[in-house]
């Protein structure tokens, strides 16, 4: 069954970079195809997306990740990657990896945790 993998979670102080990667473990060629995203969810909070690119890599970001966070693809690898600078506290989430395709084909990884400290 096709995964989603994420990796590069961590513990950082406040200040730092973190550059988290998924990757598409399908072996069919739509990855290019698909809208990839990535989302977080802090304790006590609903789920929220962070920055989504889609096929013809037009990116877009959640207000407070703005100018901070950076997504990018490589359909070649079928990874793509969220490079988090100037990270603060209110950053600290579980980090989950999406990638969808119309209103049928929507899958999720299993999150990486991300904690920032003060």
């Known amino acids: 069954q096709a995964q989603l993998v994420e990796s590069g979670g961590g513990l950082v102080q406040a200040g730092g970079s973190l550059r988290l990667s998924c990757t598409d473990s399908?072996?069919?060629?739509?990855?290019?195809?698909?809208?990839m995203a990535w989302y977080r969810q802090a304790p006590g909070k609903q789920r929220e997306l962070v920055a989504g690119?889609?096929?013809?890599?037009?990116?877009n970001y959640g207000d407070s990740v703005e100018g901070r966070f950076t997504i990018s693809r490589d359909n070649r690898k079928k990874t793509i990657y969220l490079q988090m600078n100037n990270l603060n506290p209110e950053d600290t989430a579980v980090y989950y990896c999406?990638?969808?395709?119309?209103?049928?084909?929507?899958?999720w990884g299993q999150g990486t945790q991300v904690t920032v400290s003060s």
């Open positions: 690119i889609s096929s013809s890599h037009n990116t």
């Open positions: 999406n990638t969808r395709r119309g209103t049928i084909y929507n899958r």
């Open positions: 399908d072996p069919g060629n739509t990855f290019s195809m698909n809208f």
